[in-house]
């Protein structure tokens, strides 16, 4: 076996290819939250905030339910910047300016509904120049609005997971390593700044514990802890209150299809550290 093994390395790396390897990092869901009581709540703005032209929001989520109904996943809470999946099961990023109108709004060509697998939902813009939208390292890009314009980004108070009142439906499902950086910008069109989120097997990347990494700045919002303490804001814009019992669950690893559970090791290539999802 052994030498089976070092000969398919090797032919695999005479032929110029690469090795596809293991996770190396395995990060926490911040939580399950269950489309009713569920999210997490800030009554006032993001500390630092301004209204700006760029940004980078990253995440990783599983939906679990609520197909053919609106569910915001981030929001301000006058709706001028947030991400959605809409009634018809694709993505949509919004954001307006002061007035309000649409400045920006992007949504996914594909649909997505609810499934065991985990996404990797990764954003960016700038508002003069491009936009960028990747659902698990492919652009699913339909541009409907790029207008050179600041988004209104400072009215007070943000969510995660659910929209204060109205008949819009919480989300139903988990979500992990949220990032949310306005006033950033990369441009995911080369592969390399993709890298910075997500590994080239699909896998999730350490962004650091304040979510310095990509950039060299930490984002105002990184939500990182697991769902006991998921309000805390390991970036710089202040925590969220929990609202209800988001319930534990596993944090991704999503091709194909791994995720670390309480006691495995968490090791670089750790043996039985992972146990597949069906």
């Not at 293991?22 to 500390?47: C, M, Q, W």
């Not at 980078?56 to 109904?69: A, F, K, P, Q, T």
């Not at 690893?253 to 559970?261: E, I, L, N, R, S």
Request: aromatic share 12%.
């Amino acid at each position: 076996m052994l030498r089976r093994t070092f000969l398919t390395v090797f032919l695999t790396v005479a032929a110029g290819l690469t090795l596809a390897g293991p996770p190396t990092y395995y990060p926490p869901a911040i939580g399950d939250f269950d489309g009713a009581a569920d999210y997490l709540s800030r009554g006032s703005d993001l500390t630092g905030l301004a209204d700006s032209k760029t940004g980078i929001l990253s995440l990783w989520m599983r939906i679990d339910g609520g197909d053919g109904e609106t569910r915001y996943i981030l929001r301000n809470n006058i709706h001028h910047f947030y991400l959605n999946l809409t009634t018809g099961n694709t993505f949509q990023v919004m954001g307006k300016d002061a007035v309000p109108a649409v400045k920006l709004q992007l949504t996914s060509t594909s649909t997505y509904t609810a499934s065991a697998s985990w996404l990797h939902v990764l954003v960016a813009y700038d508002m003069a120049s491009a936009s960028h939208f990747y659902i698990d390292d492919i652009d699913i890009k339909n541009e409907l609005a790029l207008v050179d314009a600041a988004l209104d980004l400072t009215p007070a108070g943000w969510t995660i997971a659910d929209i204060a009142g109205g008949s819009v439906s919480p989300f139903n499902g988990a979500i992990s390593e949220l990032y949310f950086a306005p006033n950033q910008y990369l441009d995911f069109s080369i592969e390399t700044n993709r890298r910075l989120f997500i590994d080239e097997s699909g896998y999730p990347v350490d962004l650091g514990p304040s979510g310095y990494k990509p950039t060299g700045t930490a984002p105002l919002v990184y939500m990182r802890t697991q769902f006991n303490n998921c309000g805390l804001n390991s970036g710089t814009g202040g925590d969220f209150v929990i609202q209800g019992a988001p319930a534990y669950t596993v944090g991704p690893v999503p091709f194909p299809h791994t995720t670390w559970a309480p006691g495995q090791s968490r090791g670089r290539g750790g043996r039985g550290g992972r146990s597949r999802i069906k």
